[in-house]
């Protein structure tokens, strides 16, 4: 259900960041609703990681100069496809991090420099998928 939940709004979120470099919050809410939803029941679970990846995203944020639009995306990320903090968190992490220098290489080879505007919901939700699909 998870891998589902990713790629549907995976594609809409992405060809918005990738169109508008923006993450609207109407889909980002309807993302959280169906997270939710897929939860299981288990809202106090899903509370804590939801809190603790929100806090990693600040880090994210502070550090990397990403927008709050990413930050709410992966703190909506981990809950879905996280089932054990720490060790999860952390594979989850490697994956995004290795689909975004892919995606800023590429964006280098095209064209020649990197803007600091890059579109990052595709390379989280890539990163996601790619991590769903090595567990």
């Known amino acids: 259900m998870s891998f589902f ?5 995976g594609l809409k979120i992405s060809l918005t960041d990738i169109k508008s470099h923006r993450i609207h919050n109407v889909d980002l809410l309807f993302f959280f609703i169906a997270v939710a939803l897929v939860s ?72 020649g420099t990197i803007s600091l505007s890059i579109p990052w919901a595709p390379s989280l939700f890539s990163g996601a998928i790619l991590y769903l699909a090595t567990r």
Do not use: E, W
């Open 40 to 111: 299981h029941n288990n809202i106090p679970r899903f509370l804590q990681f939801f809190t603790a990846s929100l806090c990693v995203g600040f880090i994210f944020a502070a550090l990397f100069s990403i927008g709050m639009g990413d930050v709410k995306l992966i703190a909506l990320l981990v809950p879905l496809v996280a089932k054990d903090y720490a060790l999860h968190l952390t594979l989850l992490l490697i994956c995004i991090s290795f689909t975004s220098i892919v995606a800023a290489a590429i964006t280098i080879l095209k064209r």
């Open 5 to 9: 939940l990713l790629l549907i709004f």
